[in-house]
């Protein structure tokens, strides 16, 4: 349908004021909120992702993709809500204690409430507190972020805290940010690691395909 290819050209444009506008009008025509999500917002962040990973998109395009889809999402979430409908899974983001970065955090925070994913974000600079908190609190998934060397280890401190605490079990860890390797991921006893935003998105349906 038309509206549906006209949210996609705007969410992966970039275009925020478009996406939600073409949101309102979608849902003002009965549109299902499900299918906005399902057959334009998803597709449009899938195709942004692919021209992140080759090259035909940066990081700019990608946060302003992520901006549009979230303008739209905003308008949904409330009917989505009510409707009872399930998420992708829960997941937990934040950039570790002593690390005030935050932009790769917010684009796989993005990224994957494109994905259809319900997102906490925790923010920066979080405790290892916080984490085994939100673990308590229903996360399927923690997604560990660190842009600093000096701060990886707060990874490692995250991840036994959240043993320490008997949730281990419950959820699975995801690290990623520019210092971080997939080896250190396995070193610090996380689940798996995410290259980029995209690759955390995959790394996060496949990981809760086998928490299913």
């Not at 299918?35 to 992702?49: F, Q």
């Not at 043993?163 to 699975?172: C, E, F, I, N, P």
């Amino acid at each position: 349908m038309a509206e549906f290819e006209k949210l996609y050209d705007a969410i992966l444009n970039g275009d925020h004021k478009a996406a939600a506008a073409l949101t309102g009008q979608a849902l003002a025509e009965g549109a299902n909120p499900s299918d906005l999500i399902a057959k334009s917002m998803m597709p449009a962040m899938e195709e942004a992702g692919r021209r992140f990973e080759c090259e035909e998109y940066f990081v700019p395009e990608l946060l302003l993709a992520a901006r549009a889809m979230k303008a739209a999402l905003g308008l949904l979430r409330p009917l989505l809500a009510a409707s009872g409908a399930k998420g992708a899974g829960r997941v937990a983001v934040g950039t570790v204690k002593g690390d005030l970065h935050d932009i790769g955090k917010n684009l796989v925070a993005s990224m994957l409430e494109g994905a259809g994913f319900e997102v906490i974000d925790l923010g920066a600079d979080v405790a290892p507190e916080k984490f085994v908190e939100a673990v308590k609190s229903g996360a399927d998934i923690v997604c560990l972020s660190a842009l600093l060397t000096v701060t990886m280890t707060s990874m490692r401190t995250t991840i036994e805290a959240i043993q320490q605490a008997g949730v281990r079990d419950r959820v699975r860890v995801m690290v990623g940010g520019a210092p971080v390797t997939a080896q250190f991921a396995t070193e610090i006893g996380a689940d798996g690691y995410g290259e980029n935003a995209n690759a955390a998105v995959s790394l996060a349906r496949r990981m809760m395909a086998s928490l299913n």
